[in-house]
């Protein structure tokens, strides 16, 4: 969609040539009301690379036309009012046009002089023109038919409606034309339908008044049976731009699904059974060869983004839009975003036998990626680089080493170098854990833990039959956190219920993502029982209210009649206590800071692509998709369906 511009009133389209401005890009697309939220920006972009055919067609019609001026005005904004803003195209527009200048051999004002004495050049819209005008437009969209009538001025307008089915898209707007031969009597009635008017001058308008075309009803009426095949065309235009926007979504959306489904196979490990699977995809993502590297885009937890970006959930997903982008433009590659485990490019090397080549275009694919997405959000990325392998069943291991490559280096970008001494540095930083949480310095030590299971998975390899040695290491990390955790005080029952837990979820995981997430969610949740000892007891109530509300956010289904008095009541507290006491250590409201959670929690889901607006209603707990858009509108300043499609334009 095209950026805003200052639009103009309606009738300045009469102003003398010395006095008006270039019209102003039109706003928005005829019948964008008629759609759903997810589709309504995709239509606008849609419909404006069609514009320079419309403007086209109307020049073309106003050649082999007795009017001289012909407007589109979108439906929706007419019936608000034209007094203030102009949605629409037409001949002027048309004319400035300077794709289209070689057909402009209409003047370069098409308005009667009448006219532009009649509405002051525009400048007395609201007094004259506008009041017809908006009551023909009217009585046209209700009817569906075609309305030929005298203005207030008394010379002859017509409109045309422009429809789609049961639904009004548009008005085609022309005329300021005499039906029959000017005369005394002719503008005897004119002068008295004009005499309020101050501004005008009896003398001028008369002079203009017989300068006016002259068009036989029986001219106008072959005149409106062409403007109604153009309206129905128009309105046939209209249906094709939904029904390609519908197919696009759809495809956008079958595409996000594709690559995701690519994705996991390849790292999770594929058999026999999945080769044809695979190679299927492949073709289906437009590869013609198959990929034989990894790189894997890591955005900085601490960076911030530049100002203008409302949260930084908003500029990540701009930072994913941005690697999007730098990956289409590249032959044979395809990327996927696999929360929360950083962007992942699937390339082809074609230089894989000369390393000194292969690494110099891997380093400026990952360069021109890092550029994008720091120019775009000022957020810190970095990119890791796996080795090339010799088939795409081995694609878990570069990505594993492209994911060492990034622990291992501070660097923008950075390559992996094999490491012969694997299992001692494994031992060191198990080592080093254990040391950061003897001296309670939580965030080295979660820092480090959120990175040692990349450098298991390279260790001891990234094919499946490698999960039961990776397990195997992960489980004896969790138990060196359980003996601090149980060092510094925690409850051995708490603990004990997080080992149990734990261990479940490790034996049921079945590829290397899931044991990732197994094993951080554990951890996560030792380091939290950890913390949670040296807090007062108004500080530990209040951060088990917290988790309960972010509990109840994640898991709606199973939080109904969630609310402060059966949290106080949980909690063994009164509830204006724990009112009080909330918002005095956290700064905010309780009912405020469950709200901001469930919107953060829907801003974040709405930038999946394959999750919709009502899909996003019902997974944060809101009881329709209407009332979760008018919450959201009020709070964000946008609808979720313009958010999702592009959060930075949005919310500017």
Same mark, same amino acid.
């Given at each position: 969609m095209p950026p805003s511009r200052p639009a103009l009133p309606f009738h300045s389209r009469l102003a003398g040539e010395s006095e008006q401005p270039l019209p102003a890009a039109p706003s928005g697309a005829p019948g964008v009301t008629f759609l759903p939220d997810e589709e309504k920006d995709l239509f606008i972009e849609a419909f404006h690379k069609e514009l320079d055919f419309l403007e086209l067609l109307l020049l073309l019609v106003n050649r082999s036309f007795p009017f001289?001026?012909?407007?589109?005005?979108?439906?929706?904004?007419?019936?608000?009012?034209?007094?203030?803003?102009?949605?629409?195209?037409?001949?002027?527009?048309?004319?400035?046009?300077?794709?289209?200048?070689?057909?402009?051999?209409?003047?370069?004002?098409?308005?009667?002089?009448?006219?532009?004495?009649?509405?002051?050049?525009?400048?007395?819209?609201? *007094?004259?023109?506008?009041?017809?005008?908006?009551?023909?437009? *009217?009585?046209?969209?209700?009817?569906?038919?075609?309305?030929?009538?005298?203005?207030?001025?008394?010379?002859?307008?017509?409109?045309?409606?422009?429809?789609?089915?049961?639904?009004?898209?548009?008005t085609l707007h022309c005329g300021q034309c005499l039906r029959e031969p000017p005369s005394e009597a002719g503008f005897a009635r004119i002068a008295r339908r004009v005499a309020r008017l101050q501004h005008v001058d009896l003398a001028e308008l008369k002079k203009a008044y017989y300068e006016l075309p002259v068009i036989p009803m029986e001219q106008i009426r072959s005149a409106t049976r062409v403007l109604s095949l153009f309206a129905d065309s128009l309105g046939r235009l209209w249906e094709r731009l939904r029904d390609a926007v519908r197919f696009q979504r759809q495809r956008l959306r079958q595409t996000d699904l594709l690559r995701l489904e690519f994705a996991h196979l390849v790292l999770a490990g594929t058999g026999p059974a999945d080769r044809e699977r695979v190679r299927g995809m492949l073709r289906r993502l437009g590869l013609r060869q198959w990929p034989n590297r990894v790189l894997v885009v890591h955005v900085e937890p601490g960076s911030e983004p530049v100002p203008g970006w409302t949260s930084y959930d908003v500029a990540l997903a701009a930072a994913w839009h941005a690697v999007e982008s730098v990956v289409e433009k590249t032959a044979e590659a395809t990327c996927v975003h696999l929360r929360p485990y950083g962007i992942c490019v699937f390339f082809r090397d074609p230089d894989e036998q000369r390393k000194a080549a292969s690494d110099l275009r891997a380093r400026s694919l990952a360069q021109r990626i890092v550029y994008a997405v720091q120019s775009r959000t000022g957020l810190r990325a970095r990119a890791g680089i796996g080795s090339g392998v010799r088939h795409w069943r081995l694609l878990a291991q570069s990505y594993q080493e492209a994911r060492e490559a990034l622990v291992r280096s501070s660097d923008a970008v950075a390559f992996f170098r094999?490491?012969?001494?694997?299992?001692?540095?494994?031992?060191?930083?198990?080592?080093?854990v254990a040391r950061a949480l003897e001296r309670q310095d939580w965030t080295a030590a979660e820092q480090r833990i959120a990175a040692f299971p990349a450098l298991v998975f390279h260790d001891v390899g990234g094919g499946p039959e490698s999960l039961h040695a990776a397990r195997h290491i992960l489980l004896s990390m969790l138990e060196v956190i359980l003996h601090a955790a149980q060092r510094l005080g925690c409850d051995v029952g708490a603990l004990d219920r997080l080992r149990e837990r734990a261990l479940t979820e490790l034996d049921c995981a079945c590829s290397h993502p899931a044991l990732e997430r197994a094993f951080l969610q554990a951890t996560r949740a030792a380091l939290e029982e950890m913390g949670s000892i040296h807090r007062g007891k108004h500080e530990k109530i209040v951060e088990r209210a917290?988790?309960?509300? *972010?509990?109840?956010? *994640?898991?709606?289904?199973?939080?109904?009649?969630?609310?402060?008095?059966?949290?106080?009541?949980?909690?063994?507290?009164?509830?204006?206590?724990?009112?009080?006491?909330?918002?005095?250590?956290?700064?905010?409201?309780?009912?405020?800071?469950?709200?901001?959670?469930?919107?953060?929690?829907?801003?974040?889901?709405?930038?999946?692509?394959?999750?919709?607006?009502?899909?996003?209603?019902?997974?944060?707990?809101?009881?329709?998709?209407?009332?979760?858009?008018?919450?959201?509108?009020?709070?964000?300043?946008?609808?979720p369906g313009r958010f999702a499609r592009d959060p930075r334009a949005a919310l500017s």
């Open positions: 001289k001026n012909v407007d589109l005005i979108w439906a929706g904004e007419a019936r608000a009012g034209r007094v203030t803003t102009w949605h629409g195209t037409g001949t002027m527009r048309a004319l400035r046009n300077p794709h289209l200048r070689p057909l402009g051999t209409l003047p370069r004002n098409p308005n009667p002089r009448f006219c532009n004495l009649v509405n002051d050049y525009g400048r007395r819209e609201a *007094e004259t023109c506008l009041l017809s005008d908006l009551a023909a437009a *009217e009585r046209a969209r209700r009817s569906g038919r075609v309305l030929v009538y005298t203005c207030h001025a008394g010379i002859t307008d017509i409109v045309v409606p422009v429809r789609s089915g049961p639904h009004h898209l548009a094999p490491s012969r001494s694997c299992f001692r540095k494994l031992r060191d930083e198990t080592e080093n917290r988790r309960m509300i *972010e509990w109840a956010v *994640e898991h709606p289904e199973a939080a109904a009649g969630f609310s402060l008095q059966s949290v106080a009541s949980r909690l063994g507290v009164s509830a204006g206590h724990l009112s009080r006491t909330f918002s005095r250590i956290m700064g905010v409201p309780f009912r405020e800071y469950w709200a901001r959670k469930r919107l953060e929690r829907a801003r974040a889901l709405l930038l999946d692509p394959m999750m919709n607006v009502s899909q996003v209603a019902e997974a944060c707990g809101y009881p329709s998709a209407a009332y979760f858009t008018r919450v959201f509108r009020k709070a964000i300043g946008c609808t």
